[in-house]
């Protein structure tokens, strides 16, 4: 199973990949000027389906064995963290530990 760490990773760059995907879905609308109606729908199927997905990589994700689960992990959210000003000259090895 993940530990809290690791599932407010997860929940962080799901809800950004959200974000994003809105957020294209809007320019989309706004430069095909797509009625309002139209536009409610796309948001709404958008929504429900990051929440079914949200699901289903949290079913993975559970089923997994921790060290590949902390593999995946580490390979999505290293990156990042290294770049975060409150991690910047700390050692690697430290990094892997949180």
């Known amino acids: ?23 294209e879905a809007s320019d989309f609308v706004s430069r095909n000027h797509i009625p309002r109606r139209l536009k409610e729908q796309i948001i709404s199927y958008m929504c429900l389906r990051f929440k079914a997905e949200s699901l289903n990589h949290q079913n993975i994700m559970e089923q997994i064995p921790k ?23 700390v050692s690697k090895d430290f990094l892997l530990l949180l």
Do not use: T
């Open 1 to 23: 199973k993940l530990d809290s760490v690791q599932i407010l990773s997860l929940i962080g760059s799901f809800w950004c990949m959200q974000r994003n995907s809105i957020q």
């Open 67 to 89: 060290s590949i689960c902390k593999s995946i992990c580490q390979h999505l959210f290293l990156p990042i963290v290294e770049q975060a000003y409150l991690f910047k000259g």
